[in-house]
């Protein structure tokens, strides 16, 4: 992928394989962070209580919204479409 859409990239930086399970973007910020990819599941444990504790902050219609989605710059589906489709039968 860096080849066809970055490949200046691989100049500076060599692409390294993180497991292939699905937590694939914690892993890769793991090892970022801490050189292992052992503490993803620490990372997604910190981000769901982030995103559970401060939910306001990430809903795209709420006044207390961060400011990137005021400015429209990422763009989230409404906070309560999405909690209620993803609800469990």
Do not use: I
Request: aromatic share 8%.
């Amino acid at each position: 992928m860096l080849v066809r859409c970055q490949p200046s990239l691989l100049n500076a930086a060599v692409p390294l394989q993180t497991v292939d399970d699905d937590n694939y973007f914690f892993r890769a910020v793991s090892r970022a962070v801490y050189g292992y990819e052992e503490e993803h599941l620490a990372l997604r444990l910190m981000c769901a209580l982030e995103v559970g504790l401060n939910a306001s902050s990430y809903d795209g219609t709420s006044p207390q919204r961060h400011q990137l989605l005021r400015q429209g710059l990422v763009v989230c589906p409404e906070y309560f479409k999405v909690r209620t489709s993803n609800r469990r039968l």
